[in-house]
């Protein structure tokens, strides 16, 4: 392969890479995406630092508020329903 065909095809991968991890590819395109993640590093870096950056994300959007805040917050929403126009 040469090198122009390994960058395109890394250009490929790494814009699939989001549908890749959103779990929204289809067989053939899992099956391409997951063959060049075996035999390129770069790329496979890329999508590591992807899959952690999200975890580390979806871990600290998972936090719940505090049970007191929540209640304060709701009074206040609800305030804000019936008070007059």
Do not use: W
């Not at 289809?26 to 999508?47: I, K, N, Q, T, W």
């Not at 992807?50 to 209640?71: F, G, I, N, Q, Y």
Request: proline share 5%; charged share 30%.
């Amino acid at each position: 392969m040469s090198e122009h065909e390994h960058e395109h095809e890394c250009e490929d991968a790494v814009a699939k890479l989001y549908v890749y991890l959103d779990g929204e590819m289809d067989p053939e395109g899992l099956r391409a995406v997951e063959a060049h993640l075996a035999h390129c590093s770069p790329c496979l870096e890329a999508f590591d630092f992807e899959a952690e950056l999200r975890k580390v994300v979806h871990s600290k959007c998972a936090e719940t508020m505090p049970t007191d805040l929540r209640a304060r917050l709701l009074g206040m929403i609800g305030d804000a329903g019936t008070a007059p126009a």
